[in-house]
């Protein structure tokens, strides 16, 4: 089980995916420093989900490519955010 947590998620905050990656022994962690929620499109993340749907077995992903992300420019509707 591939799981994803953004630094300043609102929603679903990274203490509960820790929680959930105790209790599955399988599971991998990624965290996403200066991000929020809907990480599924974030830097290299497109690869390495596509790299973990072709190969789904318990190893672990080279998420090396997540540590350059920075702060996400904050935005309160879907025009983004301002300048």
């Given at each position: 089980?591939?799981v994803l947590a953004?630094?300043?998620?609102?929603?679903?905050?990274?203490?509960?995916?820790?929680?959930?990656?105790?209790?599955?022994?399988?599971?991998?962690?990624?965290?996403?420093?200066?991000?929020?929620?809907?990480?599924?499109?974030?830097?290299?993340?497109?690869?390495?989900l596509d790299e973990?749907?072709?190969?789904?077995?318990?190893?672990?992903?080279?998420?090396?490519?997540?540590?350059?992300?920075?702060?996400?420019?904050?935005?309160?509707?879907?025009?983004?955010?301002?300048?």
């Open positions: 089980m591939l953004g630094e300043h998620d609102p929603v679903t905050p990274p203490r509960y995916a820790q929680q959930i990656v105790q209790t599955l022994p399988h599971a991998q962690l990624l965290q996403f420093k200066g991000q929020g929620h809907g990480l599924l499109t974030v830097g290299c993340m497109p690869r390495l973990f749907l072709r190969r789904p077995e318990a190893r672990r992903l080279d998420a090396h490519c997540l540590d350059v992300l920075g702060q996400s420019p904050f935005f309160v509707d879907a025009n983004g955010s301002n300048p």
